[in-house]
């Protein structure tokens, strides 16, 4: 008998902890939206596998990120393709060291947001316009480059961004 109310106390005392556990993360995704929304961001309109690190929203274990808000941002790191959502590389952030995938930016909130970038990776990139019909011109993002002041043609243009394993393709 007494065997039987340790085993049922034991039952539920694993109930309850189990439940804490469930419980934590769905606690942890309203606040990260709760986060999001306080920036002006739809979560339902973002990429699938975001998770919020710092003061940034991450994909792919950090391969591709963006900043929230008025973060305080390092320069763009070696090994990475920086988009700015502002002149002189300032404003908020996006970027990859993601290669041979095309990412489209409306998923992470940056169709047509980019007013400045800077390629600090070894390899060549390139970003479309967006326009239907074939071919959708795009331009060269070539290694080590940059421009800190796209041109009004340009400035805010920008739709997909691919990043190559080559330095020959531009």
């Given at each position: 008998?007494?065997?039987?109310?340790?085993?049922?106390?034991?039952?539920?005392?694993?109930?309850?902890?189990?439940?804490?556990?469930?419980?934590?993360?769905?606690?942890?995704?309203?606040?990260?939206?709760?986060?999001?929304?306080?920036?002006?961001?739809?979560?339902?309109?973002?990429?699938?596998?975001?998770?919020?690190?710092?003061?940034?929203?991450?994909?792919?274990?950090?391969?591709?990120?963006?900043?929230?808000g008025?973060?305080?941002?390092?320069?763009c790191?070696?090994?990475?393709?920086?988009?700015?959502?502002?002149?002189?590389?300032?404003?908020?952030?996006w970027?990859?060291?993601?290669?041979?995938?095309?990412?489209?930016?409306?998923?992470?909130?940056?169709?047509?947001?980019?007013s400045?970038?800077?390629?600090?990776?070894?390899?060549?990139?390139?970003?479309?316009?967006?326009?239907?019909?074939?071919?959708?011109?795009?331009?060269?993002?070539?290694?080590?480059?940059?421009?800190?002041?796209?041109?009004?043609?340009?400035?805010?243009?920008?739709?997909?961004?691919?990043?190559?394993?080559?330095?020959?393709?531009?």
């Amino acid at each position: 008998m007494k065997a039987r109310a340790v085993w049922r106390g034991l039952c539920v005392a694993v109930s309850v902890l189990a439940g804490i556990l469930v419980a934590a993360p769905a606690s942890v995704a309203a606040t990260d939206t709760a986060r999001l929304a306080a920036e002006g961001i739809d979560s339902s309109e973002l990429a699938p596998g975001w998770s919020i690190v710092g003061d940034e929203i991450w994909w792919d274990d950090g391969e591709v990120r963006r900043s929230l808000g008025d973060a305080e941002l390092a320069p763009c790191p070696t090994g990475y393709l920086c988009l700015y959502a502002d002149a002189d590389l300032l404003g908020d952030r996006w970027v990859t060291s993601r290669t041979n995938v095309y990412h489209y930016l409306a998923p992470y909130g940056w169709h047509n947001r980019v007013s400045s970038w800077v390629n600090r990776t070894a390899t060549d990139a390139r970003w479309w316009y967006y326009e239907s019909g074939s071919p959708n011109p795009y331009r060269c993002m070539n290694p080590g480059t940059g421009e800190e002041h796209m041109s009004a043609a340009d400035n805010d243009q920008m739709s997909t961004v691919h990043l190559y394993t080559s330095a020959a393709i531009c």
